[in-house]
């Protein structure tokens, strides 16, 4: 037994390494706990469940993949700054092959996982506001009471994933949509 590997941090590291290499179908405790040389028991410590250990590695694949991401450099256009967006998810997920879709089918009954998701995805949504705030070239009446940067960027955060479902490696067409939007 490998008595070193016991934080929930070196798990997470193992269980990244299972979804890239395998899948997260492949994720389960017998597995983990082999790779990371501990007793089943010991991983029981720290995850009460195979659930509880999938949705703590779904969090833990899109902070990895959203680490990659630093938010809106100054002077960045929105535009610019939603294909900055796309291009680093889009490498991130090349490190998790089939994650986008898996993960999808394998939350659809957690309200925890959905959750947690959620939480990932609106830490992007902040971002895209706040870059959408500070862009100066937007149009003075670019929105209204019924077209809001709110909607806005819920509309282009959603188009991203929409993207990503549809398996493209491209978002020039949102990109322009953007641009004759908003400038």
Known sequence: MNLVVTSKEEIMRVCRKI??????????????????????????????DKDDLLIATIESVWKDIFGMYHGCENNMSFADFVADIFYRMREGLKEYPNFFMA?????????????IMENCFGHIRSALSECLKSDVNVKENAFSDTFTQSDFTKFVLNNIILLFAQGKTDCSALVEIIRRTIY
Do not use: D, F, P
């Open 19 to 48: 979804v890239s290499e395998r899948g997260i179908s492949a994720l389960n405790m017998r597995v983990v706990a082999k790779e990371c040389g501990i007793a089943l028991g010991t991983l029981y410590n720290y995850y009460s």
């Open 103 to 115: 993960h999808s089918i394998s939350i659809a009954n957690s309200q925890k996982a959905k959750a």
